[in-house]
């Protein structure tokens, strides 16, 4: 299964906005690249996925590198609610189990 | 529209006891995936429902075994619980299908043993 490398932890303000990096060298032509996030107490919450172009939706925006080995996931403007931890993850195309790994724990300071 | 509904949210056994957790879909949903997670550890996959049938499986003995239902519902049994079994487990289901399919998350069962 291909890995990711995501920071352990990661600090931003209130209302900046926030870049999450994410590399997966090893990833393949037919993995797709998502992003989760926890908050305490809770299970992950799907927030965006892609496969070779950026993406955006109400949560958030998602891009990739030409060469796909890595990828940002961008917080507009951070709120105290966005606080959890993020995981990057590739899946692969069929079956679509997911690989976690150890994500990055985001806090956000007013 | 309910989300993925896990039960019970706590529970707690002795070692060498069998558990059996519950989980329903999100409405139209077909597909099922368990995940234990470990504090301060990311979720790991322990398999993969669809029609009734293991599609896939991660690195977990046969301990760990499972069973979805023709109504999609899914159940996850571990027998001869060991202390290492202590872990959050989160159920997740989405559609079946090639790529890119969002996985929708309960909150999980807290499992302690004791």
């Known amino acids: 299964d291909a890995k990711t490398t995501q920071p352990n932890s990661m600090e931003s303000n209130e209302e900046e906005p926030v870049h999450l990096p994410c590399n997966h060298s090893?990833?393949?032509?037919?993995?797709?690249i998502h992003w989760y996030r926890q908050l305490p107490s809770q299970g992950p919450e799907y927030v965006i996925h892609g496969l070779t172009s950026n993406v955006n939706n109400r949560m958030a925006s998602l891009a990739i590198a030409e060469d796909r080995k890595s990828s940002t996931l961008i917080l507009h403007r951070a709120t105290l609610r966005d606080a959890a931890v993020y995981y990057c993850i590739l899946q692969y195309n069929q079956g679509g189990k997911l690989i976690f790994g150890q994500g990055t724990e985001l806090s956000v300071k007013p | 529209d309910a989300g993925v509904t896990q039960s019970p949210t706590h529970l707690i056994k002795t070692r060498g006891q069998q558990v059996t957790l519950r989980c329903s879909p999100k409405?139209?949903?077909?597909?099922v995936s368990w995940y234990q997670q470990a504090l301060g550890q990311g979720p790991q996959f322990i398999f993969q429902?669809?029609?009734?049938?293991?599609?896939q499986r991660g690195n977990f003995p046969d301990r760990f075994s499972g069973h979805q239902f023709p109504n999609y519902s899914s159940e996850l049994n571990v027998n001869a619980l060991l202390l290492g079994d202590s872990a959050l487990y989160l159920c997740?289901?989405?559609?079946f299908g090639e790529g890119g399919q969002p996985q929708h998350f309960g909150d999980g069962t807290r499992l302690s043993i004791l």
């Open positions: 409405s139209g949903h077909d597909t």
């Open positions: 090893t990833i393949s032509g037919t993995d797709y």
């Open positions: 997740a289901s989405s559609l």
């Open positions: 429902y669809y029609e009734e049938e293991e599609r």
